[in-house]
């Protein structure tokens, strides 16, 4: 599976962007999409997940109500739509993919993903 992460720039607080990851390979094999996001001197935490399984959305807290993950099954693309962008949502943005079944509780994890995609900077204004 390959990873291409594209979208990211720079915005103003209250903006909006939206990243998109193109996956190609064994895409029909996923178990969970993912986004994580990096900032600097921080380590890389949890932003938004899709199972396929269920065909659920996770967030975490600091995104939720804010952020839409979503899938292109046809065009084999997984979005992150970011609306009302912070300055702490400054970081680079990484797409990840899980080839196994995903147990709930570790769709937050970064070990559970197998395959990343390059990350795609986000710096948000104040």
């Known amino acids: 599976v390959q990873l291409q992460a594209s979208g990211g720039g720079l915005v103003q607080a209250g903006g909006s962007l939206r990243l998109s990851c193109a996956a190609s390979?064994?895409?029909?094999?996923?178990?969970?999409l993912g986004w994580f996001r990096q900032a600097p001197g921080k380590e890389r935490e949890f932003v938004a997940a899709h199972r396929t399984s269920t065909n659920y959305n996770y967030y975490a807290n600091s995104v939720k109500g804010r952020f839409t993950i979503s899938r292109d099954n046809v065009e084999s693309t997984l979005y992150l739509q970011m609306n009302s962008l912070k300055p702490e949502d400054t970081a680079v943005y990484y797409c990840?993919?899980?080839?196994?079944?995903?147990?709930?509780?570790?769709?937050?994890?970064?070990?559970?993903?197998?395959?990343w995609g390059q990350g795609t900077l986000v710096t948000v204004s104040s």
């Open positions: 390979g064994r895409t029909f094999s996923l178990g969970a």
């Open positions: 990840a993919a899980s080839t196994s079944r995903v147990i709930l509780s570790t769709i937050y994890q970064s070990a559970t993903y197998d395959y």
